[in-house]
């Protein structure tokens, strides 16, 4: 309760549209997070900070590392 995420398994990194569709979908304001197992675009990280969205790369198995 109380966040909003979303996570990609892409083989290009995430750009700022994917973060800005996050966005558009928290209509109940919580906090976001997003996981990406292939990086973000160094606009896509600018804009996460903006919006105090937490960037996450995911490591298979099961291993998170902080990117913001």
Do not use: C, W
């Not at 990194?13 to 906090?31: F, I, M």
């Amino acid at each position: 309760a109380g966040v909003v995420g979303q996570v990609k398994y892409l083989s290009s990194r995430v750009g700022r549209p994917d973060l800005q569709r996050l966005v558009g979908a928290n209509t109940r304001r919580v906090r976001m997070v997003f996981f990406s197992r292939s990086g973000y675009s160094a606009d896509a990280v600018r804009f996460a900070d903006e919006v105090r969205m937490a960037l996450f790369i995911v490591e298979l198995p099961g291993h998170f590392e902080a990117v913001n």
